[in-house]
């Protein structure tokens, strides 16, 4: 059974910064790809960064330039380090992980406040 655990959220000012954390496990092999994404209340579940399966980082246009994400892939292990962080970027942070079919494992989620 694939887990997905996420660590790294809490509550933040304008303008701060917090780093996210997700480790994958359950797999007698490593997933093709993994990410991060993120759902406000009232809104749909949207993309943040995440890896492809060729191993280049894509990002939603909003979150260029103050979010990046990186990987250890000897952990199965993504980060995601926010800086700059705006109250619209409130929201319950989900990792993913795509073993074959997608993005289609999908982590507790962890909150991220951002106060104004």
């Known amino acids: 059974q694939v887990q997905l655990v996420e660590s790294g959220g809490g509550l933040v000012q304008a303008g701060g910064s917090l780093r996210l954390s997700c480790t994958a496990s359950?797999?007698?092999?490593?997933?093709?790809?993994m990410g991060w994404y993120r759902q406000a209340t009232g809104k749909e579940r949207e993309l943040v960064a995440a890896f492809t399966r060729g191993g280049s980082a894509n990002y939603a246009d909003s979150m260029k330039g103050r979010f990046t994400i990186s990987r250890d892939n000897r952990e199965n292990t993504i980060y995601l380090q926010m800086n700059s962080l705006e109250p619209e970027d409130t929201a319950v942070y989900y990792c993913?992980?795509?073993?074959?079919?997608?993005?289609?494992?999908w982590g507790q989620g962890t909150q991220v406040t951002v106060s104004s």
């Open positions: 993913a992980a795509d073993y074959g079919f997608g993005f289609d494992h």
């Open positions: 359950g797999r007698a092999f490593s997933p093709y790809a």
